[in-house]
């Protein structure tokens, strides 16, 4: 059975920074395509940052591009994403997702973390 687990999200300042991590099991992240999604209170989901199956390529969105890196460790089988100088904006349930690293299209998806991103 094909399971996406995040965890590592939470309450934060402005500035701040958070490392979430996406443990899978079921299939090996290193086969896969994968990438991070949020959708924030109120607003449609959006793609954030991806890797490919052979973890030489990532891909974030020029929103978060400078402040957010994807990475993974085969043999954790985990995806982890590294945020930093987060924003209020950045406010909303991430979870990670099975099937692209460039566009919000995949076969699963995680139930999500939720970041909070307040003063």
């Known amino acids: 059975e094909v399971q996406l687990v995040?965890?590592?999200?939470?309450l934060v300042q402005p500035g701040d920074s958070l490392t979430l991590s996406c443990a899978a099991s079921g299939f090996t992240v290193g086969n896969y395509d994968m990438s991070w999604a949020r959708q924030a209170p109120g607003k449609g989901p959006e793609w954030v940052s991806g890797i490919d199956r052979s973890g030489r390529n990532t891909y974030t969105a020029a929103s978060m591009?400078?402040?957010?890196t994807i990475s993974r460790v085969n043999a954790k089988n985990t995806l982890y994403l590294q945020m930093n100088s987060l924003k209020p904006e950045d406010t909303a349930v991430y979870y990670c997702i099975r099937g692209s690293s460039s566009r919000l299209m995949y076969d699963y998806r995680g139930q999500g973390t939720q970041v909070t991103v307040s003063s």
């Open 65 to 68: 591009k400078g402040r957010f």
């Open 6 to 10: 995040e965890s590592g999200g939470g």
